[in-house]
């Protein structure tokens, strides 16, 4: 029964999707017209002849409506079109090549921040007020306040320059090239984490149920992991869902620093060159990830909170 | 308490490391001492090194800008494709080390008396990579495909000397009617619609370079992926991985194969700066592409056998719009903002890179041009002031009456730097209240290009060839890129004359007087002259500054390390490297002129 | 009455308030249990009354060990607990156990009713077979008026009188010795309270449990206490069996404490009680009163009252009182 629930509820939300990526595709299409400015304009003008040439070959001589109609043919077919900036690839290929390494990166690196930050905001949960505690806080405040721009180029600088331990950036698949940039993701969601599982953490352990699992003779570590856990990880779950699309979807900064061919500059170069069909391919994918993401965590937090679960089958 | 010790301390740490960071990451010293020395370098009578002196990997690793837009040269835009495109392709000219332009595919070309016509006689039994023959009918196909409306091709403005290249174009007429025409299997003719002294040099650009014609029926638009690419010049395309690498092996089949020393190239496209620099320092790479600005001094005192600063044929200067309030009809006004600005201190101080303070609009070391240079130059800074108070006053404006006017620059760090500067020397001489206003890149064109809301605008102009006409002809009514809404029949005149005009003296003088036309005139603050700068392994040698910084692969090599085990012991003295006999009988009759990049915008 | 089974001594809980930053650290004490003693018999019921915040749910915690106490002792058969680890006080869960205030959110609310009511089983009888375990539950269940095909459900499925029939069987799911019931009805309604405390009447009597019943008035514990302690402050007032207490109380806040209407709502009570029948604030509670820690508020303090602490005496009547003026005083109602 409860099985049949989730799964109608999965299916209603996978419906949901179609409006409102359509949504999100004409809002995002409009959008970017509109900026002033097109994918061919540079410092050096381009002749009339030589400007419509272009206009004609990717239907930019097109009234408007006419485009974003073709543009919606296309992406029912699957197609994102032929990018204007990166000429000899398609979207499709580009974001066939960036999104396994910022999937790749940015899932280490959920993965690293979710087990260490909620390992140090547990420790620092069950020391609470100590000198530990306040340490722990104490660096995790740091962790969220350096931006990754700051972080990133002391990484390179002492582990890559100095101590010549891993290369300064670059990208070949292998984990001497992860790591770095893995560690700088990481590292402010770490700290995010610790704060709010350890927030999370305190409040569940002054809970009246911990109180009474105490009561019943479990020994501490019980009472933390069959009773608090669960509980005290929802708001971490919920932060996760959004924070692993933002992650996984690369990031510009880091992209740039190390030198790795992720999604992140991709969407913010597309924007920049007004690579029309590179940007929506992207923002479309973005959403894509974004609705599947929050969809998982629903159905996490399905699993993790029986109230919820129980009410949807109603 | 004293268990969490370490925690307090780490912390601290990390504090104390940002706090003496700061923004700069250059400081602590390093390994410095501890880089490697390269060997002694000796050259052969024939001018290559000897083989001795070479390290046993000739590999080079290249940092290269941004990716690549494509590795079609008919498609490619940019700095970072047409360096690669360099190295894969070689068109009917080619240039050496220094820039000079040289023979390429054709071994020698004749140029008729109106200079209109151009006839080339192609070397034989060149190949492609894949073993297909070479042939003057490659070069027919290939420039009608890049003229051809169907293509597309950006660059192909670079065309339209050819003749009937603009109607092509325009798609008036079919390709076939462009002004390339085969005379037989290995010889071409090109005819154009006036004289242009600088069209051997267009032709080392990646616009003019052959393509294999199979190669495209067979894969479409995919042709220029690797493993497909079928090309000419001295490497192929080995392997590319977007915004990863893009790696290039020698190819056998070129026609200098065994005077080409570097094995294999790696590009790797590393848009940030710092990002580049680091990875030298790693060792990572031995050619930045740049380097940041405000390392200059660091990198001076800790690297200065490897940081390589040039001068390159750009300037950046800010532009007036001259069909607005206040600098409509206004000279004086404009002559007191140009004078009443230090550019010994902009170049020093802002722009921090050996770039040249300039007073006029064209870069010096363009093709032997000298630019015009106007009195106040030789002024002292006292005296520029000076008359720029009295003309400030002249146009109507005074302490009580001050002049509003904006500065409007794309969002840039460097921009601002120097829009801040020159704002605040308007303030101190003339009292002048100037606002800054930036602009995304794209916004920032379309706001120069309709000269409704702008005043003072950052403008700048890397060219496309080596010709100072490039610089000129941005200033003629009605060009695209006339920002200004500058229109000077006078000036227009010269330059129409400058087009039809075939011997070189008269050329440079007209193309003088133009450039004096336009500065009295005074529509552009001239501030400086870019120069490239750029580390370079001291292993890496070869290559040689020249003002359009073209570097292809073919002309480096690399050294040994010393105390490289395998330096001492084995040295076979093969000194029976081939001097290649053919020179070409006649290529500098006309004076070569080689090409530009395109791309001008946000250096 | 037969040897007592509990016996607590002076036992003293000091709680640490910490205010200000990392560098301006300010520490202050907080008495919340006072150097409490008395004892409890095998099958007796202590009821323990006191307002909000006079400590009588620390002093039920430190009993069992949940928290440390700071000073005195707890014998359990004759065996000290405060001196045990953690380890063998945890053991003693067996013996010693208890029911929660507020039902529902003391119920783990992603543990069925029957996982709940086992896991004690689980922890201490891990070799216990699963249909064991099953059949033991669904036995609580039926003992305290469930019933066990709920064995399933969830705790937000149940009323808050089911949850606390489930924390009364969880609670004595390892067959305890000592039930200590810590205010097991104050959240529930007036019909259901009467309910759960019958339930507890009921299985005291079966069971033959020792429990300590604490209350915020003394309407609740009049049902089913033997004797009564009367708490103020962290310290025992008065001490005094059942009949005495209601037919004459001792210690004037006794007395006070029985003039009070009871008043459904609890903020409400506090208020009205403060006002209508006790003169004064209760006093910060870091700042105690000298002398008798209620004279502040006493409608009979006299001088001493100021000076001198008055010692828990017995009274000839057996009954245990902290007053200077118990003889003299006649507070009978």
């Known amino acids: ?314 | 308490m004293t268990r969490w010790k370490p925690i307090w301390v780490f912390a601290v740490a990390c504090l104390a490391g940002l706090a003496a960071c700061g923004d700069r990451d250059s400081d602590v010293g390093g390994p410095i001492s501890r880089r490697p020395e390269p060997v002694e370098m000796v050259l052969l009578e024939d001018g290559q090194p000897d083989r001795a002196v070479l390290a046993d990997q000739q590999v080079v690793r290249r940092g290269n800008g941004e990716e690549p837009a494509t590795l079609d040269p008919h498609l490619a835009i940019g700095v970072p494709a047409a360096h690669i495109l360099r190295d894969l392709f070689e068109g009917l000219t080619s240039e050496s080390a220094d820039g000079d332009v040289i023979p390429g595919v054709a071994l020698r070309w004749n140029i008729s008396r109106d200079a209109r016509t151009y006839t080339f006689y192609l070397r034989r039994d060149l190949t492609w990579s894949n073993g297909d023959p070479l042939k003057a009918e490659d070069f027919v196909y290939s420039l009608r495909r890049a003229a051809d409306p169907a293509t597309a091709a950006n660059a192909a403005r670079m065309l339209l000397p050819i003749l009937n290249a603009r109607e092509v174009l325009a798609g008036e007429l079919p390709v076939e009617e462009l002004g390339v025409s085969l005379l037989d299997e290995y010889s071409l003719q090109i005819t154009l619609t006036g004289p242009t002294p600088y069209f051997l040099g267009l032709l080392t650009n990646p616009i003019a370079y052959p393509v294999n014609r199979r190669n495209i029926e067979e894969f479409g638009e995919q042709f220029s992926r690797p493993g497909n690419l079928v090309s000419n010049g001295a490497y192929v395309l080995s392997d590319w991985v977007p915004r990863v690498e893009v790696v290039l092996e020698k190819n056998p089949a070129f026609r200098e194969a065994d005077r080409t020393i570097v094995e294999r190239v790696h590009y790797y496209p590393v848009e940030d700066h710092s990002t580049e620099v680091k990875a030298f320092r790693a060792g990572e790479i031995d050619w930045t592409n740049e380097v940041p600005n405000n390392q200059f001094r660091w990198l001076q005192k800790n690297y200065p056998d490897e940081l390589v600063v040039s001068p390159w044929m750009g300037s950046y200067f800010l532009g007036f719009n001259l069909t607005r309030e206040p600098f409509i009809d206004n000279p004086s006004l404009r002559m007191a903002l140009v004078l009443a600005i230090d550019r010994q201190i902009l170049a020093d101080k802002v722009a921090q890179f050996g770039e040249q303070p300039s007073f006029s609009l064209v870069p010096p070391g363009m093709d032997g041009y000298v630019p015009f240079v106007p009195e106040y130059a030789d002024w002292t800074q006292e005296e520029r002031n000076h008359e720029a108070r009295r003309l400030f006053e002249q146009a109507g404006y005074s302490e009580e009456r001050p002049l509003r006017v904006e500065i409007r620059y794309n969002t840039s760090e460097n921009h601002k730097k120097m829009a801040l500067a020159v704002a605040s020397m308007w303030k101190q001489v003339l009292g002048v209240n100037t606002t800054l206003v930036n602009e995304e890149f794209r916004v920032f064109l379309q706001n120069r290009e309709q000269k409704v809301v702008t005043q003072v605008f950052r403008a700048g102009w890397v060219s496309d060839y080596n010709d100072p006409y490039s610089f000129l002809e941005l200033f003629r009514t009605g060009h695209g890129r006339n920002d200004y809404g500058y229109s000077n029949s006078t000036f227009d005149a010269l330059l129409d004359e400058i087009g039809t005009e075939r011997v070189r003296a008269r050329r440079e003088r007209l193309m003088f007087e133009a450039e004096r036309v336009l500065m009295i005139d005074n529509v552009i603050v001239p501030i400086y002259t870019y120069v490239t700068k750029r580390l370079v392994s001291r292993q890496l040698r070869g290559w040689q500054n020249n003002v359009m910084d073209h570097h292809q692969t073919r002309h480096m090599f690399k050294l040994r390390l010393r105390g490289d085990p395998a330096a001492e012991p084995a040295a076979p003295e093969q000194p029976d490297e081939p001097v290649s006999a053919e020179e070409p009988p006649q290529a500098a009759a006309e004076e070569p002129a080689p090409e530009g990049e395109p791309e001008g915008q946000e250096p | 009455m037969s040897k007592p089974v509990l016996r607590v001594q002076d036992l003293a809980v000091t709680f640490t308030s910490t205010t200000g930053g990392l560098l301006q650290r300010r520490e202050r004490q907080i008495r919340a249990v006072d150097g409490i003693s008395f004892e409890l018999n095998a099958g007796e019921t202590l009821g323990i009354v006191g307002e909000s915040g006079c400590g009588k749910s620390t002093l039920a915690r430190a009993i069992l060990g949940l928290i440390s106490p700071n000073r005195g002792r707890v014998q359990w058969m004759g065996e000290d607990l405060t001196g045990l680890d953690e380890e063998a006080l945890r053991q003693k869960r067996k013996q010693l156990q208890i029911v929660f205030q507020d039902p529902v959110a003391s119920l783990d609310p992603r543990m069925t009713a029957g996982d709940i009511i086992a896991e004690p089983l689980w922890t201490f009888y891990p070799h216990m077979e699963r249909l064991q375990v099953e059949e033991r539950t669904r036995g609580m269940m039926k003992m305290v008026g469930l019933l066990p095909n709920q064995i399933n459900r969830y705790p937000h499925e149940f009323s808050g009188g089911q949850c606390q029939r489930i924390g009364i069987a969880r609670a004595l799911a390892l067959n305890p010795r000592l039930l200590i019931c810590d205010e097991p009805v104050s959240a529930l309604d007036v019909s259901i309270q009467a309910q759960i405390i019958n339930l507890l009447r009921t299985l005291q009597r079966k069971l033959g449990l020792a429990l300590i019943f604490i209350a915020h008035d003394l309407s609740v514990v009049r049902h089913i206490s033997n004797r009564v302690l009367v708490m103020y402050m962290g310290q025992a007032m008065e001490v005094s069996a059942k009949a005495d207490l209601y037919r004459r109380p001792l210690h004037p806040y006794s007395n006070a404490l029985m003039k009070s209407v009871p008043i459904p709502d609890p903020e409400l009570a506090r208020r009205v009680r403060a006002e209508s029948w006790l003169t004064g604030d209760m006093p910060s509670p870091f700042q105690r009163p000298r002398g008798c820690i209620f004279h502040n508020r006493c409608p009979y303090r006299i001088n001493r009252c100021e000076a001198d602490v008055p010692a828990l005496r017995r009274m000839e009547s057996g009954d245990w009182v902290a007053c200077h003026r118990a003889e003299e005083l006649d507070l009978s109602i």
């Open chain 1, 1 to 314: 029964m409860k099985q049949e629930g989730i799964l109608r509820h999965a299916a209603t939300r996978l419906l949901g999707l179609i409006p409102t990526l359509l949504v999100l595709i004409t809002i995002a299409f409009f959008l970017i017209r509109v900026a002033p400015g097109g994918p061919f304009d540079s410092e050096k003008a381009l002749p009339p002849e030589i400007r419509a040439n272009l206009d004609a070959k990717y239907h930019l001589d097109e009234p408007l409506l006419q485009q974003y109609f073709r543009y919606l043919g296309q992406i029912i077919s699957g197609d994102f079109g032929p990018s204007f900036q990166y000429k000899d690839w398609s979207v499709n290929e580009l974001i066939a090549q960036g999104f396994p390494v910022s999937a790749t990166l940015g899932g280490l690196a959920m993965l690293l921040a979710f087990v260490i930050g909620s390992l140090v905001g547990i420790a620092a949960a069950l020391r609470q007020n100590s000198a530990a505690d306040y340490s722990i806080m104490g660096v995790a405040m740091l962790g969220i306040s350096i931006p990754n721009f700051v972080v990133a180029p002391l990484l390179i600088l002492g582990v890559a320059v100095y101590a010549g331990w891993l290369p300064a950036g670059g990208w070949d698949w292998s984990w001497q090239r992860m790591v770095l940039p893995v560690v700088t993701l990481a590292l402010p969601v770490i700290a995010y984490i610790a704060r709010l599982m350890r927030g999370s953490m305190i409040e569940v352990l002054h809970s009246n149920f911990i109180r009474t699992a105490r009561a019943k003779g479990l020994p501490e570590r019980v009472v933390i992991r069959r009773h608090a856990l669960k509980p005290a990880i929802l708001p971490v779950i919920s932060y996760m869902g959004p924070a692993t699309a933002a992650l996984i979807t690369g990031s510009v900064v880091i992209e740039r620093i190390y030198s790795i061919p992720g999604l992140g500059s991709y969407f913010v170069q597309g924007a920049l060159n007004r690579d029309y069909t590179l940007v929506m391919g992207v923002v479309v994918f973005y959403g894509v990830v974004i609705i599947v993401l929050n969809f998982i965590v629903d159905l996490l937090y399905a699993w993790l909170n029986p109230r919820i679960r129980y009410d949807e089958t109603q």
